[in-house]
């Protein structure tokens, strides 16, 4: 099912958040610096060895004087700075249990074929705006901003640089801001070059491909291990929904209706992709005794508004003839605490919410209502009834008088 707008924020959120346990968050910032390094360093030497440029004071020729050969020499060093920088400071230094799921992080193939497919993507984009430009400069400034825009804002890098969520939005609002502040103190201080509108799409297509050997090795990293930080990112989320529902059905609780789980429920974050694994298939598993929870506990509170009485104190008079007392007993009896299979308790808190309901709506208005006497005794003395003892209890009300 495709995700909500909200939905997508929330899981970029908590993939920002999810990083931080697999890798340090500081190593996001190293590997940005070491990557520009790299890729500036191989990009102006590259420029001066094929004699596209003299002297680092002619950078500005490159969009001036547009070049396809001097991009391939930029995109190529930039591609290759990424690329070193993720192997080294990701794919060598991943943590065990990452390197066992995703095999390929200590492989330099991948990183050979990661770069290759970089410079050949903005290599294209170059060609497509030059070609642009010759049709119509608003043309190629338009693709150029389109794809400076989309690439500035959708980098995983800017998650990875926030512990919480309130670090994560605030960055991503500095973000934004920031491109405009530093246009804007450019153009106030009259530092912004007399470019065309053509040359701006060239010149800021550059500025994009230098900006992403900064930020470039966190979203190749990103990419190659998508599927495991989703997984500690939904972990992240289970334990917080959780321990929301947790709080809401001890809040919604009767006093004397107890919430007890039988199965650990994780609190708190997992501290690496093995502890993430585990708390998803925890939480997975825990989900349905939740749910059986949630079922019981508003067919009890739900109880509980009817009856003069607590259920519990209903249930301990051992009443048999007075109809409240009978479903209060069924109440107590079928607590999702005395299952230990919590399909089990899904189904009895399943039961025990018809059983409410018609009592409430008044389809029976007395035990004799329901059948023989002693059918009902036999029940009634049932802890956890299960199978056909659920059966038989959900038929003694679907048969009552009206029902």
Known sequence: MPRSFSEEVELGIQQGIAFGCLYPRRRAVYAGILSMTIGLFLAVAGLIQFGEIESISQLGALATDPSVRAFVIVSASIAVGVNVSTFLLFGLLAPDDLQSEVSTLRNPVTYISSAAVFALIFITGFVAITFLNGLSQWL???????????????????????????????????????????????????????????????????????????IGPVDAIFGMIGEQINTVATAIIYVQVLEDRREELTENSPDDCEIEFQVDVPSSMPDSLREAQWTVNACECVEQRFEAYETYVKAYRELDETLNDSISERAGTGDRTTLGSVVAGFARNMHPKYYDDAKEAQRAATVLASVVESYNTGYASDVDDLGPEGEIESLIDVLAPTDTSLDQIDALFETAPGA
């Open 140 to 214: 190629g400034i338009a693709l150029a901003a389109l794809v400076i825009a989309y690439r500035y804002n959708s980098s995983c890098f800017w998650r990875v640089l926030g512990g919480t969520r309130t670090q994560i939005v605030w960055t991503n609002r500095v973000v934004i801001l920031l491109p405009i502040v530093a246009a804007a103190i450019v153009y106030v201080t009259g530092s912004l070059p007399s470019w065309t509108i053509g040359e701006w799409a060239v010149g800021g297509y550059y500025v994009l491909v230098v900006i992403l050997s900064f």
